[in-house]
Structures are given as structure tokens and as C-alpha cells.
């Protein structure tokens, strides 16, 4: 007779996590569900938690490490929030070992308009009907560009490429445009931008919480805090697979800075009575580029192409998380 493996506890934690049943406008819409389906990315899932103590973000007392440990061996996260894994099946974070590590990067979340793509149509990018200005295919390992959309998007070596700054590219707004406009594995792409402007600008509602500006300053601002989620670590070297194919290809651009936040050390007899520290986490610098241009990312596009992005709303103790794991057709 076998017993099966006992799994350690999990660790203490600070934050308390309860699932929010929420309606997303953004999954709830027919044709949504429709353009999903069409560009690859019907296994893409919302969740929204909340959470018990106050999310404050200062440079001194960088709070992250400690809430995306706690959030990610929360039970209630573990028990409703899915991961695909490597064979394209589904199962839960509670049959995944704990975390103790999380790879993230913070994104900017400023945008109240479309605005920023204007620039596209002033730029040759679409034509003033909409239309995406195709171009000869330019084959890279990664990904195969066809118009210049995809290019300025996606593509470094593209003559539109400095059309974005690396601050408008660190845009929680931008990734979910290029996220929907690259698609997954099966993807029917656009000939026309506004279904991809239109999706990116429901989804983002949805994500982000805004609120009326400061006197003299823009009349509405956005309050919530994005984040990317680049990986998840478990202790002990122990797989911990957010995404399908992370076990096999995951490889971090060395040009992408990144926080590593570590498990806070042990407490020893001698520090028993110490006030509590929280572990340290890399300060970030600028807003980094996205995690394309696929063509330089990584030699596998299922690294690049699977994405996990947290937005916390500080005021309402909030926070979604936005999966899609990917995985190639062929």
C-alpha cells in the first residue's frame, strides 16, 4: 500500500485573499468572445481578489514581495485561480508547490484615452479608414510580421520602431494592445485596427480603476498599480509552471530589468524579538521596454507569448490578474 506525498504547509502570510465573483464587461460581451476565439486567445482568464491590509508602495518599504507571495500561496488563489500545463490541460495553483520567488516587472498605467495611438495613422501605420498598411513578410524565429502594425508593435528592427518611446512601451495600455494584436498559437489576424483598439480599450477599463485629478492636472487619473508577471518560482528548485512551456524555454531578456523578490529569511532565536523586516526587492529603474520585440526576446515565442499581468487598486484593496498561457498549434 502507497500513501501519497505529503506537501509542506504552506508559509504564514500577511494578506488575506477572497475571490470576487465579477462580470467582466470585457469577457462578458458576445463579440468579444467572438474575436478571442478568432485571434487565439480563448483560454484567457480574469480573476479579481481582494485583500485585507493596506497595498502602500514607497521606495523604503516596498510591500510587492511580501503581497505576491502571499497571493499566490493564498488558499482561496490557489483554489480558484487555474494554470494550463505543459500538455494543454488545466489544473489549479493548489496542485502546484509554494511559492517563493516571483519574477516581476512594474508597468506604467497612465493612459486615460486612446490617444496614444494616434500616431499610427499620422505615421503610415493604418490608413485613415483603419486599414493596417500590409508589408512584405519579414520571417524571424519568434514570429512571422505581415504588416506594420505588427511591426511597430513588436519588431526592433522596424524603421517605425522608435514611433514609441520605452516609457509609452511600459504602458499597461500598449502590452494589451500587442497582446491581442499578436495573438496565440491559431490566430486570424485583423485587416483593420479598430476591433483591436476597441478590445484593448474594454479590457483596460476593466482592469484599471481611475479617479478625479488633482487641481490645475488632467480630470481623471488612473489609481491602480500594474505589474508583469514574469515567472513564479517554488523552493528547493521544484517546478512551479505558470505558464506551459515555462519549464522548457523561459530565458529572461538580460536587457529587461526585473525584480527577483525572495521569501523573507527565517527568523532565528537571536532576532525572536526583533521588529519585523520586509525583504528587500531590486528597485526597479525606468520603465522598461516590453516584453518584445519577439524577434529579440527569446528563441521560443511560447516564452514571449503567455503573459500574467496583476493590477491592484490600493483604495479598494483589489487586485486582477490577467492569464493567457500559450501554446503553439503545430
Not at 14 to 33: G, H, I, M, R, W
Amino acid at each position: 500500500m502507497q500513501t501519497a506525498p505529503v506537501k509542506p504547509p504552506l508559509p504564514t502570510s500577511k494578506y488575506a485573499f477572497s475571490l470576487v465573483e465579477t462580470a467582466f464587461s470585457f469577457l462578458k460581451a458576445p463579440e468579444n468572445q467572438t474575436l478571442l476565439l478568432k485571434w487565439g486567445l480563448s483560454d484567457f482568464r480574469l480573476r479579481k481578489y481582494s485583500f485585507d491590509q493596506p497595498f502602500l508602495l514607497h521606495e523604503a518599504d516596498h510591500p510587492v514581495g511580501e503581497f505576491l507571495l502571499d497571493l499566490f500561496n493564498s488558499p482561496d488563489v490557489r483554489r480558484t485561480f487555474d494554470v494550463m500545463r505543459h500538455d494543454g490541460s488545466w489544473t489549479t495553483l493548489a496542485e502546484q508547490p509554494a511559492a517563493a520567488a516571483v519574477e516581476l516587472e512594474r508597468l506604467k498605467a497612465t493612459c486615460t484615452s486612446l490617444d496614444l495611438f494616434d500616431r499610427l495613422e499620422q505615421n503610415g501605420i493604418v490608413r485613415d479608414n483603419g486599414q493596417i498598411v500590409k508589408c512584405f513578410p519579414q520571417t524571424t524565429p519568434d514570429f512571422d510580421f505581415s504588416d506594420r502594425l505588427q511591426e511597430v508593435l513588436g519588431w526592433i528592427d522596424s524603421e517605425q520602431w522608435s514611433l514609441f518611446s520605452p516609457e509609452e512601451r511600459s504602458e499597461l495600455l500598449f502590452h494589451l494592445l500587442s497582446r491581442l494584436v499578436f495573438g496565440g498559437g491559431l490566430c486570424q489576424y485583423e485587416d483593420c485596427v479598430y476591433p483591436y483598439l476597441t478590445a484593448a480599450r474594454t479590457l483596460y477599463r476593466d482592469l484599471v480603476c481611475v479617479q478625479r485629478g488633482p487641481p490645475g492636472g488632467p480630470p481623471i487619473q488612473v489609481r491602480s498599480l500594474a505589474f508583469q508577471i514574469h515567472a513564479v518560482h517554488a523552493g528547493d528548485s521544484q517546478p512551479f509552471p505558470l505558464f506551459p512551456h515555462s519549464l522548457l524555454c523561459y530565458r529572461p531578456r538580460r536587457d529587461l530589468p526585473k525584480a527577483i523578490v525572495p521569501p523573507p529569511p527565517p527568523a532565528t532565536p537571536s532576532d525572536a524579538t526583533a521588529p519585523a523586516q520586509t525583504a528587500p526587492v531590486a528597485a526597479s529603474p525606468s520603465p522598461p521596454q516590453l516584453p518584445f520585440p519577439l524577434s529579440t526576446a527569446c528563441s521560443c515565442t511560447g516564452a514571449v507569448r503567455s503573459f500574467c499581468y496583476m493590477v491592484v487598486d490600493p483604495m479598494y484593496r483589489t487586485v486582477i490578474l490577467a492569464y493567457f498561457p500559450y501554446r503553439p498549434m503545430f
